[in-house]
């Protein structure tokens, strides 16, 4: 090894110790040897840096860096919360710790509800076979350090296990108390044979933040995930959700995302069984014009059974300098065989100055498969623009209602009508303040 090498390689571990010494590491009950694996998984593989395949497109360095800016408190949103008008079981975290006081009652007919700080201490609890099991194995073949840095960290989260068929959605709350919070999170999602739910979370989370949601699904089990954390304009996030998708099964993930300095959200799906259905989609709006915007999807989604269908679905507004990052990938295993997968990727560029960047992929093994994959960049369409400023309609109103018409495939992906009017009121909204 060169004497450059062997300086970088000492650079990169040290800066992993510094991050690592900048952290309170919890006491640990049942995730105590799923803690003590992920963290030799970490020093094993190292923090990422920019020469690493999956992240050319995105500087990991601030996530690096053993503690974030502030970000001062009194940054908020003219936007009342989302979802707030509706029935359902409300869960608090502050600063990524759980607020029993700002909570709902944690019981729910056809659910077992827990808190990953107060159950830890219980041997026998469900989660404890399951915590960190499937981040670990989604680290094969791509190497995801973060997400094993949150399996070794994360001081809290919740644990759903769900056996029935919830009358109201779960509603995971983020706030914030600290300006230099350097929040880690860990959610577990168990649904039984048959079991559904509707999963949200909002809020905003910390300075830095880094959020793993571990999603195990039975045979014949439904869930329905809806996220829309929102980030300041100097806010750092990392967000990884692995999920697990057996026979029958239905895995929709929707994510809105708005603003944000350097935002990387990562989703790794594996389908286990035959016959089973995931869809992963997100709307992202960013506008630099307070400062750098970089927003990173890495899907990859592993065709493990026959007669799957995956659907891949991420819509991107930039303007003002604005980056954003889509890597997409469908490995079809052997024997996969009948697999369906579809991915599109697509940006609409509001100015010269923001860039959109793809790397679509597909890996096939099987010969009896329908797989497709796109990606496209563009302006808005100025014939268009002009028919309805024709029809009366004002320049800056037109230019929303067309940007909306352009996230509505990403939308679509959202089964629950009132929910996905929710959602569409407030990319309205902000776009109305953003035109």
Known sequence: MSEAAVKTRAAEADALTQRLDALTLPEAGFTAAARADALARLRAMGLPHPRDEYWRFTDPRPFNAPLPQPIPLEETSPDSPLFTDRDRLVL????????????????????????LSQAETRADHWAGALYGKLEAAGQTPVPRPFAALNTAVAADGVLIRVTGKPAKPVHIIHRRASAEADVSWHHLIRLEPGAELTLLETGM???????????????GARLNRIAAKRAGHQKLGF???FARVDAEAAFKNFELSVNGTLMRHEAVVEFVGDDAVAHVAAAVLGDGRTGPFHHDDTVFVTHGAE??????????????????????????????QKTDGYQISQALLLDDDSQF??????????????????????????????YLRSRGVPKS???VLMILSFLA???????????REDIAERLDAWLTRHA
């Open 92 to 115: 608090v975290f502050v600063d990524g710790r759980f607020d029993a006081a700002a909570s709902s009652d944690l019981a729910l007919d056809g659910a077992e509800i827990d808190i």
């Open 397 to 399: 109103r037109a230019i």
């Open 307 to 336: 007669r799957c269908e995956s659907r891949q679905v991420f819509k991107k507004v930039l303007k003002n300098g604005a980056v954003g990052v889509f890597q997409g990938k469908i490995l079809v295993k052997p024997g996969a």
């Open 205 to 219: 989370v910390g300075a830095r933040s880094n959020g793993v949601t571990e999603v195990d699904l039975a045979p």
């Open 239 to 241: 967000s990884g959700i």
């Open 409 to 419: 495939d990403a939308l679509a992906e959202v089964e629950d009508e009132s929910l």
């Open 357 to 386: 960047l793809g790397k679509p992929e597909l890996e096939i093994y099987a010969d009896d498969v329908q797989c497709s994959h796109g990606s496209t960049t563009g302006a808005i369409d100025e014939t268009a623009l002009f």
